[in-house]
């Protein structure tokens, strides 16, 4: 099973600033990776996919990179509805698996 | 627009059976997969299986092949989660999702598709 490893667990930023989220998997996953962000209460909502790949309606502010073993999701200008926990997902090799999250707190 | 309604909150008890559903609609059913996704309470996310309702062809997460048992209905596009004995550790909250994705016109799934699309979530609460 692969690994996916967040980092920092928890992210306190300024309204307005850059946030910058890391996802490390213990094995390739080539560009088969994806970012999700969950609000307290609500469902999942599909950020990026095949890691750099913004999903429909998702503002240009959230941008992906990397591929293989590391990734990053960037948040610039950073808004209030931006706070939330996000997860990165694997979807390369079954079992899919997801990192631990990464909340992103106000400061 | 890509729905996926499941049903209703359940309190159960210990040893107790399950099945809790999830209903598609604004896609052809058939064409994807759909997943259950587990999220206990205040933690993250895990994967548990996979379904494609044209087929039935399952695929399980280890952690989970053996505590439940996922299937479909595809005459009304439904996927089931099941459990024939609840323990106080499966109070979670359960979301169905689809897997696949839509880009440029054409849409596509498999077992290597990210998932676009949620339900709503089904609590499960077990306690004696």
């Known amino acids: 099973e692969i690994v996916m490893t967040q980092s920092p667990a928890t992210l306190s930023v300024s309204p307005g600033e850059r946030a910058t989220l890391s996802c490390r998997a213990s094995q390739s996953v080539s560009s088969n990776l994806a970012w999700y962000q969950q609000k307290p209460g609500q469902t999942p909502r599909l950020l990026i996919y095949?890691?750099?790949t913004r999903a429909t309606g998702v503002p240009a502010r959230f941008s992906g990179s990397g591929s293989g073993t590391e990734f990053t999701l960037t948040i610039i200008n950073l808004q209030s509805e931006d706070f939330a926990v996000y997860y990165c997902h694997q979807y390369n090799n079954w079992p899919r698996t997801f990192g631990q999250g990464t909340k992103v707190d106000i400061k | 627009e890509v729905q996926l309604v499941q049903s209703g909150a359940e309190v159960k008890k210990p040893g107790e059976s399950l099945t809790i559903s999830c209903k598609g609609s604004g896609y052809i059913f058939t064409s994807y997969w759909i997943g259950w996704v587990r999220q206990m309470p205040g933690k993250g996310l895990e994967w548990m299986g996979i379904i494609y309702p044209a087929d039935s062809d399952t695929r399980y997460s280890p952690s989970f092949q053996g505590q439940v048992s996922i299937s479909a209905d595809k005459s009304i596009r439904t996927a089931y989660l099941q459990w024939n004995s609840l323990e106080a550790s499966d109070t979670a909250m359960y979301y169905c999702?689809?897997?696949?994705?839509?880009?440029?016109?054409?849409?596509?799934?498999?077992?290597?598709?990210?998932?676009?699309?949620w339900g709503q979530g089904t609590l499960v609460t077990v306690s004696s």
């Open positions: 095949g890691a750099s």
């Open positions: 999702a689809r897997v696949g994705y839509c880009s440029g016109g054409s849409c596509y799934s498999s077992p290597t598709t990210p998932t676009d699309s």
